[in-house]
């Protein structure tokens, strides 16, 4: 999830938002986002109280690593490929920006991000109009000729299939900084119709095509989808969750008055979703502490990686691998969410995160999922940092 993936801030306008709207960022579309009665407080408890901790399933899935990397960031790069060989990983989400692409060396930037993973397993994530063939000239726009899209994802899978076998066609498109519904699609029609012919050419091309994640998790808004044909060549239906990245005064990142544990969340939508496997393409937890004002929240952060790691999905995407540059400005704008910056496993200094360890040791033996104690965590830190 993140809201602090592929974008460029010269390629994109950032409205300002009322804090209202930022607790709400993660968009409205569905009735499973309606508010309970009870207050915030309450529900927020209730919803901690609810969060998974040793559920066994009987089997694990596969995990991964998401890690988006900026228009020619090759520093970045270059350290997050060292790591996930130090870590073990084998499956790593990240992204081309449509808009990037059209960037003066964007095609030879891509040439080299996708040949330095390609020793990896790749899911690649593709969206971000190019803001002059875009409705509003943004990047969550529509393009304006929605085959664009279809051409631009068979071109892509031309000029750098070999490093890659599945595509997923977009990210969080009912979160409408990713995709401008309220603008542009109220009922997502335009999206549906650009679907079709993106899977449809995915497909055709021999790759498998994965719907992008959405949150919040709503089976309406996978419904309207299938009503407009966009499930007919799609492989695997993927879905977002960040559990406990939530706060009664404070931009949320998922909804705690609907979470009921990874198992609710995929049974929601399987019914929908059919025969076709569910994966979550992102989840994650951010070190930032907003009360302290300190990155503090590492035995949170491990506790949510051994959830996701039970999670009764075929592959998850832990996001992230490393921190937010901190010079760099998120989705919503230059820190205006503190979280955007703190949810890698490695700090943007390169120091390893408790939950580090911990994702090395699900990586050698699934079944382990215990991790360090919170005590063990703290200890860990402090050595670290000492």
Sequence with gaps: MSLGGLHLSSHRKTAMTT???????????????????????????RAEDDLPRRVAVATRPRLGVGQWFH?????????????????????????????????????????RQM?????FNVLLSIWHTPPSIAEGGVCNGPPRRLRDFADFVNHICQEYGEHFDEVELWNEPNNRYKW???QFDPKWRKFGAMIVDAAHWVQRIGRRSVLGGMIPVDPSWLELMASYGALEHIDVVAIHGFPGMWWADAPNWDWYHTWNGWD???????TVAGDRPIWITETGLATWDLHSG???????QVERLQDAARAPAER??????????PQRSAI???HVDENEYHLGLVDWKGNRKPAYDVFAELLRDPQRATGPSAREVRALRRRRTA
């Design 180 to 182: 401008d519904f309220e």
């Design 316 to 325: 998850v995407y832990w996001y992230s691998l490393i921190d937010l540059d």
């Design 115 to 119: 040949e330095r993973l390609s020793e």
């Design 71 to 111: 228009y020619q960031e090759e520093e970045t790069l270059d350290r997050a490929v060292q790591l996930l060989h130090e870590l073990g990983v084998r499956d790593v989400r990240t992204g081309v920006s449509w808009a990037d692409y059209h960037r003066p060396q964007g095609k030879a930037w891509y040439r």
């Design 332 to 334: 919503e704008g230059f």
């Design 264 to 270: 609710g969340k995929i049974a929601q939508i399987r």
């Design 19 to 45: 804090s209202e709207e930022l607790r709400s960022r993660r968009a409205i579309a569905g009735s499973n986002l309606s508010m309970l009665n009870d207050g915030p407080g309450q529900a927020l408890s």
């Design 294 to 300: 300190r990155p503090e929240r590492h035995a949170f």
